[in-house]
């Protein structure tokens, strides 16, 4: 259980919700009709360019945004579609922040041989609710599958993520998580930025560097990624984004600072469902998002 006495008002992605108490959740399949193209434009955010809509035909891609009176997030679910209906998507999140959590790509795995891009994925679910809304999927190949449960709570500013293995091949005795993040810039991309961005991130004991893989330690239940370059509070990039999970619950923890993509990975036992919650705390300075990580009340 969380409690934290800070909050911040984002745009909302339905102008509606800000009249209803609860949480919407839509689901938008960006085909080649005009009521998709429609609905694209009303978005907050552009995945082809200002006033453009160039669906791939060879690509599938679906849009979900989760929205409450307080926040909202969009999952993107892209890739292609074999003959049989078989869809290989990769999870990707474009919305509060353009960089932040990737948006082709944020959310991978593995478990033994079985890959996340080996997957076919299924949409099980978009359900509102007053309390609560909840976006699952499914992974899955002949010998694999795997639930994930995204829910994003009314009042709250976190997406809660749920991963479930349900059958595992045989001799498999744990499964690998991986969250990617672009920490508040993408800084002119990877060569043209390379000489003014400057990451970090924080955990509870500690600053981690750009520099190797650190493996953290049993009190290091979260990880908050910035750019010290890259500060609102100094008029520039988006602001960080933040990860927590329960450590009783991973076997490793592995975190990863460059200076352009940063990354945390998780190694759970198969037996157990991964629990995470993700914030992106899009238009806040770094020591506010940091006091805000720091002054976390966490119990399990």
């Known amino acids: 259980m969380i409690s934290t006495g800070k909050s911040i008002v984002l745009t909302l992605l339905v102008a509606a919700v800000s009249l209803l108490a609860g949480v919407s959740v839509v689901r938008l399949d960006l085909d080649d009709s005009e009521a998709a193209r429609s609905n694209y434009q009303a978005l907050p955010f552009r995945l082809w360019g200002s006033g453009k809509y160039h ?3 060879t690509q599938r891609v679906t849009i979900v945004t989760l929205s409450n009176s307080r926040c909202g997030y969009v999952l993107q679910l892209s890739g292609t579609q074999s003959t ?3 869809w290989k998507a990769a999870l ?10 990737y948006s082709n790509a944020f959310f991978t795995f593995h478990c033994g041989t079985v890959k996340s891009t080996d ?7 978009c359900r509102n609710g007053a309390e609560q809304g909840l976006v699952q999927l499914r992974y899955s190949t002949h010998d694999f599958s795997a639930r994930l449960e995204i829910i994003l709570l009314e009042d709250d500013d976190r997406l809660l993520f749920t991963m479930h293995p349900e059958a595992i091949p045989a001799g498999i005795a744990d499964y690998q998580l991986e969250l990617l993040c672009y920490p508040s810039s993408y800084g002119g991309g990877f060569q043209e930025g390379k000489d003014i ?9 500690r600053t981690l560097n750009p520099g190797p893989t650190v493996i ?5 239940n979260w990880v908050c990624f910035y750019d010290k370059y890259f500060d609102v509070a100094l008029n520039r990039g988006e602001g960080p984004c933040a990860i927590l999970y329960n450590p ?3 076997s490793r923890a592995e975190a990863l600072v460059s200076d352009y993509a940063c990354s945390l990975r998780l190694s759970l036992p198969i037996s157990q469902p991964a629990g995470l919650m ?3 705390f899009h238009a806040w300075g770094n020591h506010s998002a940091l006091d805000f990580m720091q002054a976390l009340q966490v119990t399990y």
């Open 278 to 280: 993700l914030w992106d």
């Open 216 to 220: 953290l330690e049993n009190d290091e």
């Open 55 to 57: 669906p791939d035909p």
């Open 248 to 250: 009783r619950q991973i």
């Open 92 to 101: 990707g999140m474009p919305y509060p922040s353009k960089a932040n959590w």
């Open 197 to 205: 961005r400057k990451r970090e991130a924080q955990t509870p004991s």
């Open 84 to 86: 049989e209906g078989g």
């Open 119 to 125: 997957c076919h994925v299924e949409i099980l679910e």
